[in-house]
């Protein structure tokens, strides 16, 4: 307990037992080794023997003496350190040197910490020794293990690793949530509330203004990104840097070459739309890429591979089409639509650049804007007709029938293009949010195959099944649960167990709207296999308990509004809206 005093010449037990060993007269050798061990203070030796009358022990005494000596220390050293005296440093470097033997000691192992602390430079020989100690090194503030970390990446990433599984498994429990509703969904949280998550700001902390950790952390981001090809890793590549930059470390902020990129796109994330002033912006940073730079183009292109950015970047391509359409002009003709696309391509090449090291925008296919657009609005046109159509007078109207197929185009592309594919899926998330039932029964089948299964991605799934909910009344036909369930969902839940556990969140919210008939189906078709993953096994047990609950309980009156879908009242036309309504 006492390590380290005989090094400083001060006496401890050891000393103490060899002196009464020793000695002829033990009271008087006491006393003399209390005098010389004692606060060294002439006038207080006459104060002592009043403690002793009133029944103080003279260790609680020292004890709080000791306490308050160790207190004024701490605040010195704070004090010498945010001074501006030249040899500061030169003064807690000796005071390290006099206080590191007795680190040990929990007395005054506080006092060496403050000390370390406030070193910007920890001479190295002391670095090694807390390094080495598992107990120091728990204890040391995290100024100090900065300082030991930048020379050791693989105890940096020891630390690091915990924190980036975590991150990864709250988002993917946010993906799963129990909770379905169009408004309150998986992109919802602004980026300003998603960067005070605990992961980001821990991480935040761990860098403090150190570049060197910052590089670490990004290449740790890359590796794992490359090795599992998960998004979510790009999400905290831009969650990291804008969390710097909320907090103004302009140390790294200025170094880092996508911060104005970042920032700027940062904001198209917050309002879900990247207008026009902004749009150009981007286009200057993206422009700006000199030769030599290529690799900024890898971090540019994780930036926008980055969920949160590909959703406000879609939204944003369907918004500029429907303008278009108002305006009778074609796709090409939008330089706007134009970077969105090229920002979009980009984003999805994000993984192929960094696994190839080939750090070369990637070209958006001509025919993505010259047939894939102009059949998707072809699609948008025969819908609006047929609701124009339904509307006219009976003596006006013709034997129009709702259009069941869809553009040969339209399907390829889906198919064979990532940026067409995407845009895809939006358009039929688009379709639902307007309560849409016939466009959205005659585009679900053309969902079955698409470029990599897209379709059947959990973020895609989490926000259908949301916009689902608007719909609800529609499932107790069965036209739509056959499109919804045998034209769908249905087609890959075996091979697929995120399918299988979307599937079951839906009807976990959705559950008495459907067919009691499908419904009974339902359950013995999505009745999980014995090797399935508990989180599957336990949504099919919440459903069976939740239909159970349902026979026993009474009915509901027919009068009483569902209250089950948890969402704000929100107006949304019934038919398909007319191509200028904005999303």
Same mark, same amino acid.
């Given at each position: 307990?006492?390590?380290?005093?005989?090094?400083? #010449?001060?006496?401890? #037990?050891?000393?103490? /037992?060899?002196?009464?060993?020793?000695?002829?007269?033990?009271? /008087?050798? $006491?006393?003399?080794? !209390?005098?010389?061990?004692?606060?060294?203070?002439?006038?207080?030796?006459?104060?002592?023997?009043? &403690?002793?009358?009133?029944?103080?022990?003279?260790?609680?005494?020292?004890?709080?003496?000791?306490?308050?000596?160790?207190?004024?220390?701490?605040?010195?050293?704070?004090?010498?350190?945010?001074? *501006?005296?030249?040899?500061?440093?030169?003064?807690?470097?000796?005071?390290?040197?006099?206080?590191?033997?007795?680190?040990?000691?929990?007395?005054?192992?506080?006092?060496?910490?403050?000390?370390?602390?406030?070193?910007?430079?920890?001479?190295?020989?002391?670095? *090694?020794?807390?390094?080495? +100690?598992?107990?120091?090194?728990?204890?040391?503030?995290?100024?100090?293990?900065?300082?030991?970390?930048?020379?050791?990446?693989?105890?940096?990433?020891?630390?690091?690793?915990?924190?980036?599984?975590?991150?990864?498994?709250?988002?993917?429990?946010?993906?799963?949530?129990?909770?379905?509703?169009?408004?309150?969904?998986?992109?919802?949280?602004?980026?300003?509330?998603?960067?005070?998550?605990?992961?980001?700001? *821990?991480?935040? !902390?761990? $860098?403090?203004?150190?570049?060197?950790?910052?590089?670490?952390?990004?290449?740790?981001?890359?590796?794992?990104?490359?090795?599992?090809?998960?998004?979510?890793?790009?999400?905290?590549?831009?969650?990291?840097?804008?969390?710097?930059?909320?907090?103004?470390?302009?140390?790294?902020?200025?170094?880092?070459?996508?911060?104005?990129?970042?920032?700027?796109?940062?904001?198209?994330?917050?309002?879900?739309?990247?207008?026009?002033?902004?749009?150009?912006?981007?286009?200057?940073?993206?422009?700006?890429?000199?030769?030599?730079?290529?690799?900024?183009?890898?971090?540019?292109?994780? $930036?926008?591979?980055?969920?949160?950015?590909?959703?406000?970047?879609?939204?944003?391509?369907?918004?500029?089409?429907?303008?278009?359409?108002?305006?009778?002009?074609?796709?090409?003709?939008?330089?706007?639509?134009?970077?969105?696309?090229?920002?979009?391509?980009?984003?999805?090449?994000?993984?192929?650049?960094?696994?190839?090291?080939?750090?070369?925008?990637?070209?958006?296919?001509?025919?993505?804007?010259?047939?894939?657009?102009?059949?998707?609005?072809?699609?948008?046109?025969?819908?609006?007709?047929?609701?124009?159509?339904?509307?006219?007078?009976?003596?006006?109207?013709?034997? &129009?029938?709702?259009?069941?197929?869809?553009?040969?185009?339209?399907?390829?592309?889906?198919?064979?293009?990532?940026?067409?594919?995407?845009?895809?899926?939006?358009?039929?998330?688009? $379709?639902?949010?307007?309560?849409?039932?016939?466009?959205?029964?005659?585009?679900?089948?053309?969902?079955?195959?698409?470029?990599?299964?897209?379709?059947?991605?959990?973020?895609?799934?989490?926000?259908?099944?949301?916009?689902?909910?608007?719909?609800?009344?529609?499932?107790?036909?069965?036209?739509?649960?056959?499109?919804?369930?045998?034209?769908?969902?249905?087609?890959?839940?075996?091979?697929?167990?995120?399918?299988?556990?979307? %599937?079951?969140?839906?009807?976990?919210?959705?559950?008495?709207?459907?067919?009691?008939?499908?419904?009974?189906?339902?359950?013995?078709?999505?009745?999980?296999?014995?090797?399935?993953?508990?989180?599957? *096994?336990?949504?099919?047990?919440?459903?069976?308990?939740?239909?159970?609950?349902?026979?026993?309980?009474?009915?509901?009156?027919?009068?009483?509004?569902?209250? +089950?879908?948890?969402?704000?009242?929100?107006?949304?036309?019934?038919?398909?809206?007319?191509?200028? %309504?904005?999303?």
């Amino acid at each position: 307990m006492f390590a380290g005093l005989p090094e400083l #010449g001060i006496s401890n #037990g050891e000393d103490l /037992k060899e002196t009464l060993t020793n000695c002829t007269e033990p009271l /008087k050798a $006491i006393d003399q080794f !209390q005098t010389e061990n004692g606060i060294l203070l002439p006038t207080l030796q006459s104060a002592l023997p009043f &403690l002793d009358l009133h029944g103080t022990p003279r260790l609680e005494f020292h004890q709080s003496v000791f306490d308050e000596l160790r207190d004024k220390l701490m605040e010195r050293v704070a004090t010498i350190a945010e001074g *501006k005296e030249e040899d500061r440093y030169g003064k807690l470097e000796e005071l390290l040197e006099k206080s590191f033997p007795l680190v040990k000691m929990p007395s005054i192992q506080p006092v060496v910490m403050q000390v370390l602390k406030h070193l910007p430079k920890v001479p190295e020989k002391k670095l *090694k020794q807390v390094m080495a +100690d598992k107990e120091l090194y728990k204890v040391c503030a995290v100024e100090v293990k900065r300082q030991i970390w930048q020379d050791n990446q693989a105890l940096f990433g020891d630390e690091v690793s915990p924190l980036l599984k975590q991150y990864i498994v709250e988002k993917e429990a946010a993906l799963f949530s129990n909770d379905l509703s169009v408004l309150h969904n998986f992109f919802s949280p602004s980026p300003k509330t998603r960067r005070q998550g605990e992961v980001v700001l *821990k991480l935040t !902390q761990m $860098i403090g203004k150190n570049v060197k950790l910052y590089d670490m952390v990004l290449q740790f981001l890359r590796t794992l990104f490359l090795r599992t090809r998960n998004v979510h890793y790009c999400t905290l590549r831009a969650e990291l840097l804008m969390s710097l930059h909320d907090l103004d470390i302009s140390e790294i902020c200025s170094v880092d070459p996508c911060h104005k990129f970042t920032w700027c796109l940062d904001a198209c994330i917050r309002e879900k739309f990247v207008d026009a002033k902004r749009a150009r912006e981007l286009q200057g940073f993206l422009d700006g890429v000199k030769k030599g730079q290529d690799r900024v183009l890898g971090d540019l292109s994780m $930036i926008l591979c980055d969920p949160f950015a590909s959703n406000t970047l879609v939204l944003s391509t369907v918004r500029n089409l429907q303008e278009l359409l108002g305006q009778d002009a074609l796709p090409r003709d939008s330089p706007d639509l134009l970077l969105l696309l090229r920002m979009l391509s980009l984003g999805q090449g994000a993984w192929d650049m960094i696994d190839s090291q080939v750090f070369k925008e990637p070209r958006l296919e001509l025919e993505v804007v010259t047939r894939f657009l102009p059949a998707m609005l072809s699609v948008v046109v025969d819908d609006y007709t047929f609701t124009v159509e339904q509307k006219l007078p009976s003596e006006e109207k013709t034997s &129009l029938t709702y259009p069941t197929s869809l553009p040969d185009a339209f399907i390829k592309f889906l198919q064979e293009n990532r940026v067409a594919c995407e845009m895809g899926l939006y358009y039929v998330l688009h $379709i639902a949010k307007q309560r849409n039932k016939n466009a959205l029964q005659r585009l679900l089948p053309a969902l079955v195959e698409t470029h990599n299964d897209m379709a059947f991605g959990d973020i895609f799934l989490h926000l259908l099944m949301g916009h689902l909910t608007l719909l609800s009344d529609e499932f107790g036909t069965e036209e739509f649960c056959a499109a919804v369930f045998d034209g769908f969902l249905l087609t890959s839940f075996s091979s697929k167990e995120n399918v299988h556990r979307h %599937t079951l969140r839906l009807l976990l919210h959705l559950h008495h709207k459907v067919l009691p008939s499908r419904l009974e189906a339902l359950m013995k078709t999505l009745e999980p296999p014995k090797q399935s993953s508990d989180p599957l *096994k336990d949504l099919y047990t919440q459903l069976t308990e939740k239909l159970e609950a349902q026979k026993k309980s009474p009915p509901q009156p027919a009068e009483t509004p569902s209250l +089950d879908l948890g969402l704000h009242p929100v107006t949304v036309p019934t038919t398909a809206s007319a191509p200028t %309504t904005p999303i």
